[in-house]
C-alpha cells in the first residue's frame, strides 16, 4: 500500500530521510535547513515522504511560489509595449505556483525514489496526489489559487521523459529552457596548470590578461564569523547582480550565505575579493559529493569590467573543482558563451507544466515561458587544443 506524508518543518523528517539512498546534498537535512531559515519571502517548502507500508521508497521536494510583478521584473522599461507586455504577463503568472524541485538551483533536485520498490509512474502518480491536497490546503488557509504547476530541470537523458503518458494525462507539457553549463574535469588534469595548458593559445592568453588584471585583488575564504558581520555588505553586492537580470522569481534574505554557511559547514564555500581591504565581489559553491555546484555571487558593478572579476571567478571555480579532484562542475544557465570559453559545455534541459486556468491554453503558457526564459543565441567557445 502506497501512500504519502508531507511535512512542513526539516524537524519534522523522518530518522530514514538522511539515509535515503541518494547523493545529492540538495536532499539532505543539513542543505534543507539551512534553506528553511534562510528562504525567500515568497517561497515556502513542502517535504514529500512517499512510503510502501512503513518503508520509505520516495522523497521529492514541493515549493510553493508567490509570485509577484515586482519580483518577477526588477527593471522598468521605457518602452511602451514592454510595458504592456510585462503587465499582460504579470495577469497570467501572477500569484501561486507549485515547483516540484528547488527553483533557487539549476538542476534536477525536486524528485528522489527507489526503483526496486516504487516504479516512475507510481511514484508520479503519488506526488500529483500530493499536489493536490496543497492546492486545496493553499485555498483553504491562504485563499489562493494555484495558477501554474511545474516540475523541473531535466536532462534530455533523464529516464523522467519515459513517463510521457503522465505528463501527457495531467496536460503537463514539456519546454525547453536554456541549457545547463557544465565543466567535466578530465582525469589528467591533476592541478591547475594541466588544465591551463590544455588551452589553445588565444585562450592561454585571455586567461593571463584575466590574471593580469586582477593582480592588485585579494582573494580568500569568508569564514561564518565574516558573513555573520558582513551579510550587509554580501548581499548588497548579490542585489546588484541579481537586479540586472531581465526576470527573476525571488530576492534572498540578508542572512542566506550565513546560514547555509552555518548549516553546511565546509560542504558551502564563500570566496571574497578585495581591494584596499574593501570586499568587491564574492561567489560561493556548493560540494555536492564528487559535483561542484556553483551558486550565488555578487560584485560592484562599476568595477568588474576593469579587474575582470567575473572571469576570474569561473576561473577560480574551474581551479578549486579541479584541486580538489571533483569529476565535474555545475556553472548553472546563465552566460552560456563566457562559461564555454573557460570548458563548460551547453547541457539541454527541459521542464514540464501547465496553467490550472483551463482557459489560458498551453501554446500561450508556452509563449510567456519563452519571454520569460528566451533561448539565447550565442556562440559556443572552443577553448582548448585540439
Known sequence: MVHYKIY???KELPDTWDAFAIEDIFFKTNFLRGLEDSTPKNITSYYLGVFKTEKLVGIAIIQRVEMYVEDVFRKDSSSKIKQYTKQLVAKIVKGNALVVG??????????CFNENNITQNEFLQTINKAIKDLIVEIKSNFNKKVRIIAFKDYFESDKIHKSFSFFKDNNLYKVQVQPNMVFSILETWKTTNDYIAAFNKKYRKRYRTALKKSKDLDFKELNTEYLVNHSKKIFKLYETVSDNAKVNSFKLPEDHFYQLKRSLKENFKVFGY????????FYTLILNNNILETYFLGYKKELQQQYQMYLNMLFNMASFGIENNFKSIVYARTAMEIKSSIGAKPNTMHIYLKHTNNFIANTILKCIVKYMNPMKKWTERQPFKQ
Open 8 to 10: 512542513k518543518k526539516v
Open 102 to 111: 528547488n527553483l533557487m538551483h539549476t538542476g534536477q533536485h525536486g524528485l
Open 274 to 281: 578585495f581591494l584596499n581591504e574593501e570586499l568587491i565581489g
